[in-house]
């Protein structure tokens, strides 16, 4: 099965200020805290970052390649806008 992390903070980490805009910031800092937190089953590449970030006013849905099948980008953008 797919595993699924969900972070909820106040701001994302500062490293991430560089990339343009929101969107670029939040899909940056999901991957990484996916990675760093090892979301996935190893070799299947199928793990989900739910992050919001309040102060950002940033929520955005990291599907890994594996989990793609499941939740598409557009299903991703579907439930992320249901939320705000």
């Excluded at 909820?8 to 980490?13: G, P, Q």
């Excluded at 670029?24 to 991957?31: I, P, Q």
Aim: proline letters at 4%.
């Amino acid at each position: 099965g797919y595993q699924v992390a969900v972070a909820v903070l106040d701001r994302m980490d500062p490293q991430f200020e560089p990339y343009h805009t929101a969107l670029a910031r939040a899909k940056a800092f999901a991957t990484a805290l996916g990675d760093r937190w090892g979301v996935g089953n190893v070799g299947c590449d199928d793990g989900i970052v739910l992050l919001v970030s309040k102060g950002d006013r940033v929520v955005y849905l990291r599907t890994a390649a594996g989990a793609q099948a499941a939740v598409p980008d557009s299903k991703a953008t579907v439930i992320t806008e249901r939320m705000k």
